[in-house]
């Protein structure tokens, strides 16, 4: 299957260009104008932009839905195709299709998820060396993976080979954590997700593996939980865990007492946010696709957050449609939610949603073909081809898709509805029930035009709960369904809609809104008379005050006459919200027990699962956590998060650190003599206009030391743009001299060697360098290094410039939930910043910042 895709205009557009219009675009909604120039618009490995406004990207995802319609009857046109994307208003690709789509410049692919795992189970090293291989393929595409670890054998199990005992499972929950950490993806980290059986005999290791700082910093981690666990827990009774899991012929088996590995459970959640819970049994019992497992579609883990369980080589692309935009005169007692048109385009939304599966297999081809071209030998080329081919099977036989929504928590107060009252959990179960039934109807029919999905059997399918949900809610449904098959073995998820969310500057997903007004400042000239000043800082410096209003909660501001340019007290805004319908209904506002009920009664009618996270205060109890997880497997919720504020800042510690010192600052340093060798990663960067590059080694997957030189130049330090990690070498020079060198391997896999690295490092920069480096060796933790880099007293702008890409080039490697101190944030100025995939994320306003 040939790509048709177009060639773009050769036109291009600076940063700065698309900027200005695209801010121009969103109304001066700088996050979001950032984020679509930042991840989705059009470039290539050179930085050139080709888009200008997101106009321009929905033009370029437009003619390619279009060109898959013209292939089957009854196709929709551009226009209407690009009518139903515009402006993210009704029906929003996210994520990989949004920037894949269309994109002659990355051979990749549109999945957003993925999961692997080895037939059969295998738990050979040669298995769990390909699941690795596997993971770092599909990472360097873009997507996210998980793979469950409930088939490794067992701490102290006999195993042939020099170590006749297995370590377990908790060295390859790191391997794999490191393995992610070491694909980049055009500035954002690969995301990876762990799970693990609860009758899995090393279930307690696992779930206390992250709890060391430093420990399996690439991955999410959940842990699958069986009924009879959940049971034993209610009930105080006993828990026999398996190896392999589940046999009635166990190799290795042991009796625990299940509330004790529970609390433990709910203490490092608590503690640390981690592990999330998957509740297994429910996941299998209500899957569709797990009918067909017999064929290979039976589910072993979930993408990174948790939303698509998937089988083995399976894949997932998501799609949103924005709720709000279907509340017709919203925020006044005239509103109301048109249904017709939100069917419609459901509909809509699932026949694009298919058709994205045929440019997803148009990508797999290209994939595959430069996989072939590639001068590697086919020994080294198997294991990404056959992958690629797992992949494209798996597309090709059950055509799965994921839509989902975003805006539920602005839908909901347009409507004047308060978010997890009653009658908002009704009218939400309504709007998905809906979505269930449309999109399985469009997908009925879809398969009366296109044809089923290959493997589809209704007598397969006949007993699934999911299944006959749809048959007590819609015989007509159901009776067209066993006529003319399905055209998906899958259809729905509710995914985290965090970017996306931005662009349709609603809530997210499911989610309510964070907050629905907050305060942000500007520094003024204190000599200019017509300036005010309303905070003056601790240095001196003068800031005026100004409020920023949630979108939403602006339009229900201007639909109910009440000023958005005055500059409101603090008690005046508290007045303003209290008479709002976003009163009482923030994330931190809502009773946690009816949020955890409600995604239960949504889950009812969402084929694969719900990503949602539950918001908790910093002074509640272990025990409430325990009840809310409880509530959710009662309520038939397939996986719960619980994120207790503040609960992952200074909350990790090293094995060896007593109870006593865990304030103290004292410093555990690196070894005092520097290796010869050190493992590498390399960062690019801008310091005025110019492109740098960062060097910085490692020691145990730590940073040791950064260096930093012009890129790119005849006079600077010439590397393949694609090389993203070497060896640093320290080598004498013949007067007896230290002098650095870098290593890499070139595509043939043969050493390349630069010699005299260190006299291409800028000495404008060398002092400064060596400061942070030497910090760094004496085991600064990686926060405070780059604390310390934001406060270096340089002059110039250029200089600033450097120290922002020093620092980006360091936060990649600070633990997701640590926290930033002396910043604050751009967008509201608060203080509680933390790290979250090396960027800064504000825990008030939830805006994020990278580099």
């Known amino acids: 299957m040939p790509t048709q895709t177009k060639a773009p205009a050769s036109k291009t557009f600076t940063q700065d260009e698309a900027f200005k219009a695209s801010l121009d675009y969103f109304k001066g909604d700088d996050l979001a104008a950032r984020v679509w120039v930042n991840k989705y618009a059009l470039k290539d490995s050179d930085g050139n932009l080709y888009e200008k406004t997101p106009d321009d990207m929905h033009r370029r995802i437009a003619a390619e839905i279009a060109r898959i319609e ?35 410049y990355q051979v990749g692919s549109l999945s957003n998820c993925f999961v692997i795992g080895n037939s059969g189970e295998s738990d050979s090293y040669g298995g769990i060396m390909k699941i690795d291989q596997e993971q770092v393929q599909l990472m360097k595409r ?106 009635p012929n166990p190799v290795n088996q042991k009796e625990i007492e299940a509330e004790k590995l529970w609390k433990k459970i709910v203490h490092n959640a608590w503690k640390s946010a981690e592990p999330g819970i998957l509740f297994w049994d429910t996941i299998a019992r209500e899957s569709v696709p797990d009918c067909y497992a017999d064929l290979g579609y039976k589910t072993v883990s979930t993408n990174p957050c948790g939303e698509i369980p998937l089988c083995p ?81 798996k597309a090709e036989e059950g055509r799965r898709t994921g839509i989902g929504i975003t805006a539920e928590g602005d839908m909901l107060a347009a409507l004047g509805v308060k978010y997890g009252s009653e009658k908002g959990i009704d009218f939400s179960v309504e709007i998905h029930k809906t979505i269930a039934i449309e999109a399985y109807r469009a997908s009925v029919y879809a398969a009366k035009e296109r044809g089923a999905f290959p493997i589809f059997d209704s007598e397969r399918e006949k007993d699934n709960p999911f299944i006959q949900r749809l048959k007590k809610a819609d015989e007509k449904l159901y009776y067209d369904m066993l006529e003319y098959g399905r055209r998906n073995i899958a259809l729905l998820t509710i995914a985290p809609t965090g970017t996306t969310s931005l662009m349709t500057q609603t809530t997210s997903g499911i989610e309510p809104v964070f907050l629905p007004v907050y305060k942000r400042r500007r520094k003024v000239n204190p000599n200019d008379k017509e300036a005010r000043v309303d905070f003056v800082d601790e240095v001196g410096d003068s800031w005026e005050e100004y409020v920023v209003f949630h979108h939403r909660f602006k339009e229900w501001m201007q639909a109910n006459g009440i000023a958005t340019d005055k500059n409101y007290s603090q008690e005046e805004l508290n007045a303003i919200v209290a008479k709002s319908p976003y009163f009482e209904a923030t994330s931190n506002d809502v009773d946690w027990l009816n949020k955890v009920r409600m995604q239960g009664a949504v889950q009812k009618w969402v084929d694969h699962s719900i990503s949602v996270t539950i918001n908790l205060p910093n002074d509640v109890d272990e025990e409430l956590v325990g009840k809310l997880y409880l509530e959710a497997w009662e309520a038939g919720c397939k996986g719960v998060t619980v994120y207790r504020d503040g609960s992952r ?43 740098w590059i960062a060097f910085i080694g490692l020691i145990g997957g730590k940073p040791y030391e950064i260096f930093t030189g012009i890129a790119d130049d005849e006079d600077g330090i010439l590397i393949p743009r694609w090389v993203e990690g070497g060896l640093i070498i320290k080598n004498r020079n013949e007067d007896g001299s230290s002098r650095y060198d870098f290593q890499y391997k070139n595509k043939r896999g043969y050493k390349t060697t630069i010699e005299g690295l260190s006299h291409k490092f800028d000495p404008e920069y060398w002092n400064y360098a060596k400061l942070i480096s030497t910090t760094l060796r004496y085991g600064m933790p990686i926060e405070k290094a780059v604390e310390l880099t934001n406060s270096l007293q340089l002059d110039s702008a250029s200089i600033n410039t450097w120290k922002n890409g020093v620092a980006r080039a360091l936060k990649r490697y600070v633990a997701d939930g640590t926290e930033a101190r002396k910043q604050k944030c751009d967008n509201c100025n608060s203080s509680q910043l933390i790290y979250q995939e090396g960027c800064l994320t504000c825990k008030d306003c939830g805006s994020s910042k990278c580099g």
């Open 70 to 104: 013209s292939r089957y009857p009854n196709p929709m046109s551009e226009q209407e195709v690009f009518d139903l994307i515009k402006d993210f208003k009704y029906i929003v690709p996210q994520g990989s299709p949004m920037a894949g789509i269309g994109n002659p």
């Open 142 to 247: 873009r997507g996210g993976v998980g793979h469950d670890l409930s088939h490794i054998r067992p701490k102290g199990s006999a195993v042939k080979n020099s170590a006749l005992t297995s370590t377990g499972l908790v060295p390859f929950m790191e391997r794999y954590s490191n393995s992610t950490r070491e694909v980049a993806q055009d500035g954002r980290r690969g995301a990876l997700m762990l799970s693990v059986s609860i009758n899995h005999p090393d279930a307690e290791d696992f779930i206390d593996a992250k709890m060391e700082q430093g420990k399996v910093t690439g991955a999410n981690v959940s842990v699958r939980i069986d009924d009879g666990f959940m049971r034993a827990v209610r009930d105080k009774k006993n828990y026999t865990q398996k190896y392999p899991i589940f046999s």
């Open 313 to 393: 080589y399976d894949s997932c692309r998501l799609l949103a449609i924005n709720l709000f935009s279907y509340v017709e005169n919203p925020f006044t007692d005239k509103a109301t939610f048109n249904f017709d048109l939100f069917k419609k385009h459901i509909a809509r939304a699932q026949r694009i949603m298919d058709d994205i599966i045929d440019l997803e297999l148009e990508k797999v081809d290209a994939i595959l073909a430069k996989i072939d071209a590639d001068p590697e030998s086919e020994e080294v080329k198997q294991v990404e081809r056959n992958l690629w081919l797992n992949i494209k099977k």
């Open 649 to 691: 800042s200074g909350v990790l510690i090293s094995n060896d650190e007593k109870k006593e010192e865990e304030e103290s600052d004292t410093l555990t340093p690196f070894p005092t003599k520097r290796p010869q060798v050190l493992e590498a990663d390399i960062v690019r960067f801008q310091n005025n206009k110019e492109k």
